[in-house]
């Protein structure tokens, strides 16, 4: 924890040898500290809290979904509360997979600012979703404070993760693109150095070659949306994920003429149009992070167990770049002789899409995965500490689920005994002596039902304090 506030004081006297880095030598370079400690730091610190944070409500509220019950049935089994669950399990997956292979970069010595701010501004982001739909689907246990609260905390504490450039509106809608765009382009920095030079021979063959450069990107972005990407061989890549590879050339080239064309048509005055640099950073985050989710799958061994939710964020990046393409060919009006040919794109890609919704089918997938299979949940959640005091809220939630599926047979033969009206139509903790009498449950049946029972009784209570407690 740090204070996140000014500090005052009266009579407070601070050496500069101590206070500055570097000593007073160092004074006026705090600015140049900052950025360089920011072009590594955000891609380190706050994603990892994120992370942390996310793998914890997942771990906790799968947990809960398979506790709580709701018509004799848990509540993770209703297919409302599946669709969060497999978004929660999906971007957990996809935010893990980003930090990484940022991670991975910066661990080599790459220069990586650009990967730092898509890494911080999304992994944030998708933070904040990840704990609003665990929230929802918590309900009361998320909103009633106490010790028992696994959620609040981290729900309260997000606007801090997103309000370090002005609630990541900067790093979207400037410093992703914006920035980006400079450092990476063949060409740009070229054509303004030499108009800052006047130096027209210069100027002269950099932007032949940046005319060039777009017409061969018409060509190419034409000719895969037409072939759908199938045009583009991935060497050396097959199998799983080659499809995919194939989709982020596809959208690479329309975002290369996009962006060449932008820089085209609004010259200086491209640093103000925030709308369609915000844009731009969406599609240069998802191409990023659809290739960090195939370099994680790789590097872990190419697991069966994180196919599926690897392929459902695959499929959520090629949903995000898809909708910000759209959206960038309608509002993109100038230079004024390609309105044309934006328009057609426009039309073919909403013919010829990247992709659709990650499907029904896929989203069951993820989520059985993650209410079935403990490898799943496990590799999901591999960041994420599990408390070893027996008395802790998290520890109550995972041994319930344990003794829930342990007693799981026994409750199925109770639920069929009372479908055949052999039993009343009663909850089963209320059957538990009749179901033994009647010989449909052995006596350690019973005492598994008997034990999940009470386990499910405690691990859903919330908080309660007498006014003595509550009120100093």
Excluded at 186 to 194: G, Q, R, V
């Amino acid at each position: 924890p740090f204070y996140n506030a000014p500090l005052k004081g009266r009579n407070v006297i601070v050496p500069a040898e101590a206070a500055l880095i570097g000593g007073v030598k160092s004074a006026g370079r705090g600015w140049e500290m900052l950025m360089e400690c920011l072009t590594l730091g955000r891609g380190i610190s706050l994603p990892s809290v994120c992370v942390g944070i996310s793998q914890r409500i997942v771990r906790v509220v799968s947990c809960y979904s398979k506790i709580r019950e709701q018509f004799g049935v848990p509540i993770g089994k209703f297919e409302g509360v599946e669709e969060k669950l497999c978004r929660m399990a999906g971007l957990t997956h996809l935010i893990t997979a980003t930090q990484n292979f940022t991670l991975s970069a910066l661990n080599q010595g790459i220069s990586a600012s650009l990967p730092s701010a898509i890494t911080k501004y999304n992994v944030t982001e998708r933070t904040r979703d990840i704990v609003q739909d665990g929230m929802d689907l918590m309900g009361g246990a998320g909103i009633v404070l106490g010790p028992r609260n696994l959620i609040a905390t981290a729900y309260t504490s997000l606007p801090l993760a997103i309000t370090v450039e002005g609630a990541n509106i900067l790093t979207r809608s400037f410093i992703i693109f914006g920035q980006g765009f400079l450092q990476n382009h063949p060409l740009a920095l070229k054509e303004i150095s030499a108009l800052e030079k006047k130096d027209l021979s210069t100027f002269d063959k950099a932007f032949s070659k940046h005319l060039y450069l777009i017409i061969c990107n018409i060509i190419r972005g034409m000719v895969l949306s037409l072939g759908r990407g199938w045009f583009f061989l991935a060497p050396g890549y097959f199998g799983r994920g080659h499809r995919s590879i194939q989709k982020i050339a596809w959208s690479a080239a329309l975002f290369s003429y996009l962006t060449n064309l932008f820089f085209f048509g609004f010259g200086a005055r491209l640093k103000k149009k925030e709308k369609l640099s915000g844009r731009f950073a969406d599609i240069l985050s998802h191409q990023y992070i659809a290739t960090a989710l195939l370099w994680n799958w790789r590097a872990k061994g190419q697991s069966k167990n994180t196919w599926p939710v690897v392929q459902w964020g695959l499929n959520y990046c090629f949903q995000q770049i898809q909708k910000a393409l759209e959206e960038l060919l309608l509002n993109l009006n100038k230079p004024a002789l390609f309105i044309p040919l934006n328009r057609f794109l426009y039309f073919l890609l909403r013919l010829n899409p990247l992709n659709a919704t990650p499907s029904d089918k896929l989203s069951k997938k993820v989520t059985e995965a993650l209410s079935k299979n403990n490898a799943f949940r496990e590799e999901l959640t591999d960041n994420s500490l599990i408390p070893t005091n027996p008395k802790h809220p998290l520890s109550i939630l995972e041994q319930t689920c344990k003794l829930i599926e342990k007693a799981a047979p026994a409750a199925n033969k109770i639920k069929t005994a009372i479908r055949k009206k052999h039993l009343p139509r009663n909850p089963i903790p209320l059957l538990l002596d009749q179901a033994l009498d009647k010989k449909i449950i052995t006596s350690e049946e019973y005492k598994n039902l008997k034990e999940a029972e009470q386990a499910r009784e405690t691990a859903l209570q919330v908080d309660t304090f007498t006014r003595e407690e509550y009120l100093p």
